[in-house]
């Protein structure tokens, strides 16, 4: 049997309740950020452009990676904001300058996502407006 870094052994059973604290944590994101329903709008937006562009495999690899990156930065930009009001409820300047920080990870991933969207997407609606 092998063992893990916490010297308890690999099981099945470990794994699936593993999945079960990943569901909980983007439950509680969705439940408690409402920048994630942005995102989570302007995903299902991108996606339904996919299908009704019939885009190619590689245009859809770029379209779930930045999503996926977007999602991402936004669930870590809420940890760590849990973290430092946790450290420091009362305002400190650095633990703002943290958040602030976190925030700017979220915004470059969304303009980056943003950018992947209109170089696969504005083609395809330029071709349509000059019908």
């Known amino acids: 049997m092998y063992k893990t870094t916490n010297n ?3 099981t099945l059973k470990s794994r699936f309740k593993s999945f079960k604290f990943a569901f909980q944590g983007i439950r509680e994101v969705v439940a ?3 920048n994630i329903w ?3 709008i302007l995903a299902i937006l991108t996606i339904s452009l996919g299908f009704i562009f019939n885009i190619k495999a590689t245009e859809w690899i770029a379209i779930v ?3 996926g990156i977007v999602f991402a930065a936004e669930i870590f930009n809420s940890a760590l904001e849990y973290v ?3 450290i420091s409820p009362d305002y400190h300047e650095k633990g703002g300058k ?4 976190a925030a ?3 915004f470059i ?3 980056a996502a943003a950018i992947v969207g209109i170089i696969i997407f504005l083609p395809e609606l330029l071709h349509i407006f000059k019908k």
């Open 8 to 10: 308890k052994p690999f």
């Open 32 to 34: 408690t950020q409402h």
């Open 38 to 40: 942005i995102h989570l």
């Open 65 to 67: 990676i930045s999503i």
């Open 84 to 86: 430092v009001d946790m």
């Open 98 to 101: 943290i958040k602030d920080l």
């Open 104 to 106: 700017a990870a979220v």
């Open 109 to 111: 991933t969304a303009l």
